[in-house]
């Protein structure tokens, strides 16, 4: 089935530990993004990438990086993480800046 | 800055008709979308709205003013499924996405 796949689904991390979230769409979408979600706050953009071998800053970038090495996987590395870093993690893709995106199912990281 | 606003949270009753508002602040606009998200999964596309008037789908209906800065979701014949948040999104001049809060529908028997 295409779509969007996250790994892992959840994950209780210690602080100071390096961290990868693996993101791969199998839609052949140009554009990936990386958000965060936290109770009573919108989706915030951490990082993105229009296309292979580019990337860009979001509204949170500070303590992650990604990578964009091919179409089809977009990995968000927490190098350090600390406990505000607990959130839960959404990886989406779209064809285009203005087409719907298509969002995995999400990583719940719990830094203690 | 830029800013989207939606109520946080609304009820309604099944089989009746509810309207989320949305409001936003952005520098430029080249769309605006609304997502539904269940509890614990994903967003979910409902709707893109690019230029001014009501685009109807189903049960769900999306309108935009842009002079206004304002659009809504309708959604019709409420069923208990229907539960969920709703996001509001704006595209910006650069083709970012900005993101409301989400808008808690519970839906009464």
């Known amino acids: 089935i295409a779509g969007i796949t996250q790994a892992p689904t959840s994950q209780i991390l210690a602080a100071g530990r390096r961290m990868t979230l693996r993101c791969t769409q199998d839609?052949?979408?140009?554009?990936m993004y990386w958000y965060r979600q936290d109770l009573g706050l919108g989706l915030r953009l951490i990082h993105y990438s229009n296309t292979a071998g580019t990337t860009g800053k979001g509204e949170v970038p500070d303590g992650y990086s990604v990578s964009r090495a091919n179409t089809d996987d977009f990995p968000l590395t927490l190098a350090s993480a600390v406990p505000s870093q607990t959130s839960v993690y959404f990886c989406a893709s779209s064809s285009t800046g203005n087409t719907e995106a298509f969002f995995g199912q999400g990583t719940r990281l719990t830094v203690v | 800055g830029q800013n989207i606003d939606q109520p946080t949270e609304m009820t309604a009753t099944e089989g009746a008709i509810v309207q989320i508002n949305c409001t936003y602040q952005t520098s430029g606009f080249n769309g605006l979308f609304w997502y539904q998200q269940h509890a614990g999964e994903a967003p979910t596309f409902l709707s893109y709205?690019?230029l001014d008037g009501l685009e109807e789908k189903g049960r769900f209906s999306s309108f935009l003013s842009r002079s206004k800065g304002y659009s809504y979701l309708l959604l019709k014949e409420l069923q208990m499924k229907d539960s969920a948040s709703y996001l509001c999104?704006?595209?910006?001049?650069?083709?970012?996405?900005?993101w409301g809060a989400g808008t808690k529908l519970i839906i009464k028997p």
């Open positions: 839609m052949r979408h140009n554009a």
């Open positions: 709205n690019v």
């Open positions: 999104a704006v595209l910006d001049s650069n083709y970012q996405l900005i």
